[in-house]
């Protein structure tokens, strides 16, 4: 699960955990199990903003740069990870532009 959330953050970073069990098909008490674990070791970052606990790969950790680098080659090589993040989006949507 944590190696599941590691390769998604990196294509749709920040994230919330209730979005990463939608998209990765987990309940949401384990997602924030993993979440909690990832914190503990430093890899991870939270915030919150409004009501809202933002998730996102923590840019101060010291080996930050090099666990990027191996989560986009590990994800580019996973194709499942790579069709759920397809399926997000991360911009909003023009006023008035039909669905």
Do not use: C
Not at 69 to 79: G, I, K, N, T, Y
Request: glycine letters at 6%; aromatic letters at 4%; proline letters at 6%.
């Amino acid at each position: 699960m944590r190696e599941r959330i590691l390769k998604l953050l990196v294509f749709i970073d920040p994230a919330y955990p209730s979005q990463l069990a939608t998209l990765l098909g987990a309940h949401l008490i384990s997602v924030q199990n993993a979440v909690a674990a990832l914190q503990d070791l430093g890899v991870v970052a939270s915030r919150l903003v409004g009501r809202t606990r933002l998730v996102e790969l923590d840019p101060r950790w010291y080996a930050a740069a090099e666990l990027r680098a191996l989560l986009e080659r590990l994800a580019e090589a996973d194709a499942e990870i790579g069709k759920i993040a397809a399926t997000v989006r991360q911009r909003p949507r023009r006023p008035g532009k039909p669905l």
